[in-house]
């Protein structure tokens, strides 16, 4: 049973085949052209933490695909009133097509995962954000960040480069994982204390020996920003630490994403940022909201890059 909880259980060539899914199904959305390619399959969604974007991505992907999504939110399933992980997973999935779950540790989602019949998708853990990157990925390639051609034929020509700006969680993980896998480099910069984990951090490196991609963490954000073609940054407190908040506000201070900050960048170079965005924090309103921004088309193309997901782990987990 094939599940996509980290982007590391994938070759490069699968994550390609989703991504080319995605193209064709946003190509057909956009035409309006029905697609059935989920016809009757249900989703469960089960959400342990908030979502704006990824709870209506997929609710309305799938719905788009010719199923239905059941929301399940944490506060209402028995999971959180002490059902085991292991006897929800068991029983949900004798009911459902395909599973999404939000949640803390990714523990969770890998005992749930280990339980399960069906897929399994994460829609975010404490760990990793692997839907979100999808979706980043396809925003770098309508943007010409790769050539097209390139990429679908393997002949990596251009190496761009990525500079991910704040704090070592979830999304720098995800990222880490992404640019190992696709060959492209990235820069990480955060402050000490505070950069990303050291296992993932030596996982992605060995996995970037086969692409070529290069991994530098960096604790200024102008040296890592140099001539970047895509800047990135997340919020500087996570769902889960809210007790740190003020704290967290005071370290990261340097490190907000900034139009001084941005010139040090490629001059042609895209903003991303996975939202929910802090502006004044982590970003400037003039760069989110700025020219070089891109970040409301990464968030519409949650549902197109899901879409392809999903199709493709339904397709694979029937072979
Ligand atoms: N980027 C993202 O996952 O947004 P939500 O938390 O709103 O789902
Ligand atoms: N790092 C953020 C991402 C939100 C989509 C969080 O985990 O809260």
């Not at 990714?106 to 019949?117: C, I, K, N, Q, V």
């Not at 990596?156 to 704040?166: E, L």
Request: proline letters at 3%.
């Amino acid at each position: 049973m094939k599940h996509f909880l980290t982007l590391k259980d994938f070759k490069k060539e699968e994550i390609l085949e989703m991504l080319a899914l995605a193209i064709q199904i946003k190509r057909d959305f956009l035409d309006s052209k029905e697609c059935n390619l989920m016809h009757k399959k249900t989703l469960g969604m089960i959400f342990e933490k908030n979502s704006t974007r990824t709870r209506v991505s997929f609710e309305a992907g799938i719905y788009q695909l010719g199923g239905m999504g059941i929301f399940l939110s944490n506060k209402e399933i028995q999971l959180s009133r002490g059902e085991s992980i292991e006897d929800t997973a068991r029983v949900i999935s004798s009911m459902l097509d395909m599973i999404m779950i939000r949640t803390f540790e990714h523990s969770r989602l890998e005992d749930f995962a280990r339980y399960s019949s069906v897929p399994v998708i994460n829609g975010l853990s404490d760990l990793y954000h692997p839907v979100q990157v999808m979706a980043d990925y396809l925003t770098m390639i309508e943007n010409g960040i790769f050539v097209k051609e390139d990429i679908f034929d393997s002949k990596h020509h251009m190496t761009p480069k990525v500079a991910y700006i704040g704090d070592g969680n979830n999304m720098t993980h995800s990222w880490l994982m992404l640019s190992a896998k696709m060959g492209f480099d990235i820069n990480v910069a955060t402050p000490k204390g505070y950069e990303p984990n050291a296992h993932i951090l030596q996982e992605a490196r060995e996995m970037a020996r086969d692409t070529g991609a290069k991994i530098n963490l960096y604790e200024d954000p102008l040296v890592a920003i140099k001539n970047c073609n895509v800047v990135v940054t997340d919020t500087w407190v996570s769902m889960g630490q809210e007790e740190e908040k003020m704290q967290r506000q005071k370290i990261f201070a340097d490190y907000k994403v900034d139009e001084v900050l941005m010139q040090n960048a490629h001059p042609d170079a895209i903003f991303l940022h996975c939202l929910p965005a802090y502006r004044g924090q982590e970003v400037a309103s003039s760069v989110i909201d700025g020219k070089q921004s891109r970040v409301f088309q990464e968030a519409e193309n949650r549902l197109h890059a899901q879409k392809g997901i999903m199709v493709w782990l339904y397709q694979n987990s029937k072979k």
